[in-house]
């Protein structure tokens, strides 16, 4: 029980000690349509794309690239799109998903044909057209 209070006022200090943090982010503004990547380099894959003039908060650089955080999007931008001037409002491109299903995916049933359907078999004896009551003869 006393363990259970310590934990959760150390996490609720730590919580309180983390929001000035991201509160002193440097902020920055494209100067061009940028791509978002997901690593240092052009190597990366493309993660979006950052219009110009949209502002992006700095959380690090490592030599000519920029960690950035901007609207819906967060990667590695080069670090020459990178200004400090104020621009047109932030606007984003994303890159539209793939849908890549499972290999043992099947798709609903509405979607399939009907299956043909062999042909019941019939009793013996049942072709015969004999009153009821009267058995068919052999």
Known sequence: MIFRRLATTAAMLAGL????VT???AEAYTTGNVNVRSGPGTDYAKLGM????TRVDLRGCEGN???????RLRGWVSANYLDDYVGRPPAVVVAPTIIVRPPHYRPPHWNRPPKPRPPRPRPPGANCKIAPGFPCPR
């Open 17 to 20: 000690m983390a929001l000035p």
């Open 23 to 25: 509160a002193m982010a």
């Open 50 to 53: 950052l219009y110009e003039g």
């Open 65 to 71: 690239w920029c960690n950035v955080y901007g609207p």
